[in-house]
C-alpha cells in the first residue's frame, strides 16, 4: 500500500500509485480547469505533488503549457536569480563488481582499461582540477569492496582537502558511491563530504532488477532505501536522480517526486539536489537501443515540471548534455552544471588517447572550463565557485529554511560574485576576465542590503590584493 513515511521502498516508491498517477493524468491533459489551477497553486511556491506534477507534465495545451514554461523561468530568477553553480566529477576507480547494462564500467566487459588511482594519482588530477579553477567536485567510483573499501574513499576524501596548490582548493566534495550502511555514510559524514549522491537510475522494480543482474546493487530496496540510511547516518544533503531512458519517463518522473516526498515526510527536508542525467553511448554501450529515449522537447518539460514541482531543490546536469540543451534547460531551472568535465579515471592529469575510450559516458560538451564560463558570461549569468553554506553549517532543514524565507539571495549573490571574482584573477583567459568583470559591476547593484554590497565591495578590493576565501 502506498505510504510515503513508510520505510520499506515498495510502500514509499509504490507501483500501484504510480500507475494510477499515470493513469490519472492521461485523463487529465486537457483538463483546463484543473491544469490552471495547478499553475495558480504552483505560483505559491509551495510546489505540487506527484500526481499533479505528472498531470502539468502531460499537458496537452499548447497555451498552457507556454504559462508553465514561463512559471519555471519565474521560480528559478526567484530562488537562484542568473547564478549558476561550477562543478566537476572527478573519477577514482573503475573497478566494478555491478551488470548495470548501461554503463561500461559493468564488470563483464573485458576490453575496458581498468583503472583505480593511488593516493599520488588523486593529487595530481586534484592539481589539475584546482588549476582549472574548480572549488566544488563530485566524486565517482564504481561499487567494488575488494578495490574500492570505504576506507579508500575516506582517504581519497582526505587527501583531497588537504591539497592547496598556489591559490587552489577544493572546497567542497560531494560523494556518489554505491549504497552502503548507515556506518559507512556516518564516516563519511564525518570526513566531510558536502552531498551523498545516487541516482536511483529507474524506479520500475521489475526493469530495474533486469537493468542490474548482478551485483549488490540488483538489490531494488537496498539501492532504494539508501537515502533513509544516509540521512540516518548523519547525512543531511542528500542528491537523487534517474537516468531518462532506461524506462518509460513517465513512471521514473513520478518515482522521483514520490522520493522527494518521502524523504520530506519521513526527516523534514526534501532531495538537496535532483541530477537529470539521460543515458548515452560509452564504450560497448549504444543508447539508441534503449527504446525509452527522452527528446529535447520532452527534457526541457521535464526540468521546468521539476523545477515549479519541487522549487527548493537545486537541480544538476552534466556534460552529456550538448551546449544547445544546456543552454535551454538553464533558463528553466537547472542551477548547477559541470565544466570541462573528463569522464575517465585520470582524465584530467593526463589526456586520453584517442583510440581508448574508457569514459563512463560520452560527453556531449566538450568545452574547457574557461569556455563555459565565457558562455555563461555571454549569456548573462554568474558562474559561481561558492560552497558556502556547506562550509558555514548552512545544511539539511537549516539550509531549507534560509532557502524558504528568500533570505538564501543574501548570500548567493555576493558569494557568487566573490568567488566569480577569484576565478577571474586566478584562472580565466584575458576575454573571460574582462567580461566577468563588466559582469560583477552589473551584478554588484543587484545586491539589495547596502551593508553587504559594502562589504563585499570590501572583499573583492582584498581579492584584487590576493586575500580568498571570503564567504556569507
Ligand atoms: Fe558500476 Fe556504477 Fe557503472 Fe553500475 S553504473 S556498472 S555501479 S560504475
Ligand atoms: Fe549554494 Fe549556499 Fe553558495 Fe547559495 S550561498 S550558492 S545556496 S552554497
Known sequence: MYNPASRQAEEFINHEEILASIQYAQENKNNRKLIEGLLEKAEDLKGLSHREALVLLECEEPDLADRMFQLAREIKRKFYGNRIVMFAPLYLSNYCVNGCIYCPYHLK?????????????????????QDMGHKRLALETGEDPVNNPIEYVLDSIRTIYEIHHKNGAIRRVNVNIAATTVENYQRLKEAGIGTYILFQETYHKENYEKLHPAGPKHDYAWHTEAMDRAMEGGIDDVGIGVLFGLNHY?????????????????FGVGPHTISVPRIRNADDINASAFEDAVSDELFARIVA?????????????????????????????????????????????????????????????????DQVVNWLLELGMIPSFCTACYREGRTGDRFMKLVKSGQIANCCQPNA????????????????????????????KRIASDRIRERTK???????????????
Open 250 to 266: 513517465r513512471y521514473d518522473f513520478t518515482g522521483l517526486l514520490m522520493h522527494a516526498e518521502h524523504l520530506e515526510s519521513v
Open 417 to 444: 560574485l566573490m568567488t566569480l571574482k577569484e576565478y577571474l584573477m586566478d584562472y580565466a583567459s584575458e576575454d573571460t576576465r574582462k567580461k566577468g568583470e563588466a559582469l560583477i559591476a552589473r551584478e554588484m
Open 458 to 472: 570590501q572583499n573583492l578590493k582584498e581579492i584584487e590584493h590576493g586575500t580568498r576565501d571570503f564567504r556569507f
Open 109 to 129: 566487459n573485458r576490453h575496458i582499461a581498468r583503472k583505480k588511482l593511488t593516493q599520488e594519482e588523486i593529487r595530481r588530477e586534484v592539481i589539475a582540477l
Open 305 to 369: 515540471v521539476i523545477r515549479i514541482a519541487v522549487p527548493y531543490t537545486g537541480m544538476i546536469i552534466s556534460t552529456r548534455e550538448s551546449k544547445a540543451t544546456r543552454e535551454k534547460v538553464l533558463e528553466l531551472g537547472v542551477s548547477q552544471i559541470s565544466g570541462g568535465s573528463r569522464t575517465s579515471v585520470g582524465g584530467y592529469a593526463e589526456e586520453e588517447p584517442e583510440d581508448e575510450n574508457s569514459a563512463q559516458f560520452d560527453v556531449s560538451d566538450t568545452r574547457t572550463l
